[in-house]
């Protein structure tokens, strides 16, 4: 959940590593740090708090140096401190981590009982130790190799001892001029640069300066330096030039366009993601219709299939559980769907005919990343969802229904959602059409959905003066029937996450099965109320919430004069969205509850891109 950067090449490295730091900030801030490689030895700038802090604590140093690592940290093991931020120097090497060793502790004690010694809490600074260790090992019995192979064998003998994910980038003071870096199964990704080597954990820090770049090959060792890049398989000492791949994403779409903040500014691309979702995915012609060019997949996922699992996590997850509705009403498709960090570490069923769609954003997060690999290994047919094309989950999944959604900075996820939902949603009714249940009015109800969601957005003003004045509430519930169920635990957790107050979701069905016992004047209940199948039920539940002197925002459909009149004649809330298709009905309330979430916690002050905590992209279990 790190962001690490390296560079080497003429130019001077810092501004490279603090601009690529910001960047990807995003992945963690709690504390950062840069060794620049000067003369004979390193400068170690680490700082707590975020990259700002360290670029400030860096500003007139006057380094000018060409090789440097640099991090951003979410910390796990170790406070987040300045002794725990990296780099982590052992002797001869210095190193940035992103990742978890899960056998710390047992190096650890290992090293320590060689009269080692350890200056931070760190994982990362026991794989530093280890490497050092190995390498000096390696000189005494072996002092004719070369500084470079001496380095090579020792973090090769270090990887197989080490268990964990990972993904590092070290220098050495033995081999000058030269950065180094593996990766077991957190991504590393290297580019070329005129006269220079830019090597990131994500693309986001390298877009800006180049668009193409290589994915280091897990367990393979990458070498760069001036300009030059290599990759070597462990065990061999022949380099290869590196595999690149064209990347789509362009350094524009990673700013903040003059919006306080990624998020609000991705908010309002939604009308614009759904559309590059759907786009050439809509019915051609009137009986017609045809979506995914998914001929090779109609054979191995959809022709035969008899149960479908869909894991994710967070936000992702519950994209799923609403698609869950999808898939079954339409595709006729026993569908399941679970937590990756439960699905994992149970002993699901995986009987032929199954299929498994892990859903995420950032194709990294480690859990779903486990669940489709036991999925895989279990025979069953994959495919993902994801938003990066190029993350490891994409790549490992069978099949790819990609999102369209384009760079996702903010922390907590919305575009991301939008462009999941909208492509479970064609996804479900594509299927459904393949396997004889044709529903052309869905269909045609995805097309007007950009253009609904502008009119949704057109009252964002609103909304999020509405989320102002939730600032003092003590709870905010958030309740749905259908697909509107996991709709509200979307809603609790965009509000719990940007503005730490208390907020849960619930299944309107069970509030009077226990949540109602938290009803009072101090609490506000968003409810979500369109004409659906199960409107009536929503009334009565509005009735009980009333009755109970609770607060209300309801959100339903803007011809619904009754709920409209009962809540403004009470002093509650209602929010009117264009009505709309049972399908695409979710895709239009999360704007509202994206924008509640929003305004609460501008009126408290959070941080909106960066919640306290929390990190983009998940790659530790
Ligand atoms: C919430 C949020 C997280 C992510 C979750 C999964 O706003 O962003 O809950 O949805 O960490 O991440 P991905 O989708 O990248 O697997």
């Not at 759907?278 to 149960?307: C, M, T, Y």
């Not at 950032?362 to 094309?389: H, Y």
């Not at 989320?467 to 003590?474: A, Q, V, Y």
């Not at 803007?558 to 009117?576: A, H, V, Y």
Request: aromatic share 8%.
């Amino acid at each position: 959940m790190c962001g690490i950067v390296g560079y080497v090449g003429q130019k001077t490295a810092k501004p490279y590593l603090l601009d690529g730091l910001k960047r990807l900030e995003y992945r963690g801030y709690d504390s950062a740090g840069l060794a620049l490689f000067s003369e004979k030895d390193y400068v170690i700038k680490r700082n707590a708090g975020p990259v700002q802090g360290l670029a400030d604590a860096t500003l007139d140093s006057g380094q000018r140096e060409t090789m440097g690592i640099a991090h951003t940290r979410w910390a796990t093991h170790g406070a987040p401190n300045e002794t725990n931020a990296h780099p982590h120097r052992a002797g001869d090497l210095v190193l940035v981590h992103n990742g978890i060793i899960e056998n710390y502790s047992e190096i650890k004690d290992r090293l320590t009982k060689t009269g080692v010694r350890f200056s931070s809490q760190t994982d990362t600074e026991v794989f530093a130790q280890l490497i050092e260790f190995h390498r000096r090992k390696i000189q005494d019995q072996q002092p004719n190799l070369s500084a470079e192979d001496i380095l090579i064998s020792a973090l090769e003998t270090s990887m197989k001892e080490v268990d964990g994910h990972y993904a590092i980038l070290l220098m050495a003071r033995s081999v000058p001029g030269k950065i180094f870096g593996v990766q077991n199964g957190a991504p590393l990704v290297a580019s070329p640069l005129k006269g220079g080597c830019l090597i990131a954990s994500d693309i986001q820090a390298i877009i800006p300066y180049h668009n193409e770049v290589c994915f280091l090959p897990k367990g393979e060792i990458l070498v760069a330096e001036n300009g030059k890049f290599w990759t070597r398989a462990p065990g061999s000492s022949a380099l290869h030039a590196p595999k690149l791949e064209r990347m789509d994403w362009t350094a524009d779409k990673v700013e903040k366009d003059g919006f306080d903040s990624f998020m609000l500014k991705e908010i309002f691309q939604q009308p614009l993601v759904v559309a590059d979702t759907l786009s050439g995915r809509l019915p051609a012609k009137e009986h017609e219709p045809f979506i995914w060019d998914h001929q090779k997949a109609h054979e191995v996922l959809w022709k035969n299939v008899k149960k479908l699992y869909l894991i994710a996590c967070g936000t992702s997850y519950h994209a799923a559980l609403i698609s869950k509705y999808f898939f079954e009403k339409w595709a006729k498709i026993d569908c399941e769907v679970d937590i990756a960090s439960e699905f994992r570490y149970r002993s699901p069923v995986l009987a032929p005919g199954t299929v498994v769609g892990v859903i995420s954003q950032s194709g990294e997060t480690a859990d779903t990343l486990a669940a489709l690999r036991l999925a895989n290994a279990a025979g069953a047919s994959t495919f993902s969802i994801c938003n990066v094309p190029s993350s490891t989950i994409a790549r490992e999944s069978g099949f790819q229904y990609p999102t369209k959604a384009g760079p996702e900075i903010g922390v907590a996820s919305t575009k991301a959602f939008t462009a999941q939902l909208t492509v479970l949603c064609t996804l479900a009714l594509d299927v459904g059409r393949l396997r004889g249940h044709l529903d052309l009015a869905s269909f045609r109800a995805l097309a007007r959905l950009p253009h609904d969601l502008d009119r949704v957005l057109g009252q964002s003003e609103t909304f999020i003066k509405i989320g102002e004045k939730l600032k003092d509430r003590r709870m905010v519930l958030f309740v749905g029937r259908g697909t509107m169920y996991p709709m509200a635990l979307e809603g609790a957790l965009k509000m719990k996450e940007l503005t730490y107050l208390p907020s849960e979701g619930f299944a309107a069905g069970e509030l009077k099965h226990g949540p109602i016992a938290y009803i009072d004047k101090d609490i506000t209940v968003v409810t979500l109320a369109p004409k659906d199948d199960w409107y009536s039920k929503t009334l009565s539940n509005l009735e009980e919430i009333r009755a109970r002197g609770g607060h209300i925002i309801a959100i339903g459909s803007e011809t619904d004069e009754q709920i409209k009149r009962q809540c403004l004649s009470g002093g509650d809330e209602f929010i009117g969205l264009p009505e709309s298709a049972w399908g695409t009905q979710p895709i239009l309330s999360v704007v509202p509850l994206q924008l509640l979430a929003y305004g609460c916690a501008k009126a408290l002050g959070r941080n909106i891109d960066k919640p306290r905590n929390l990190a983009k992209s998940v790659t530790v279990e």
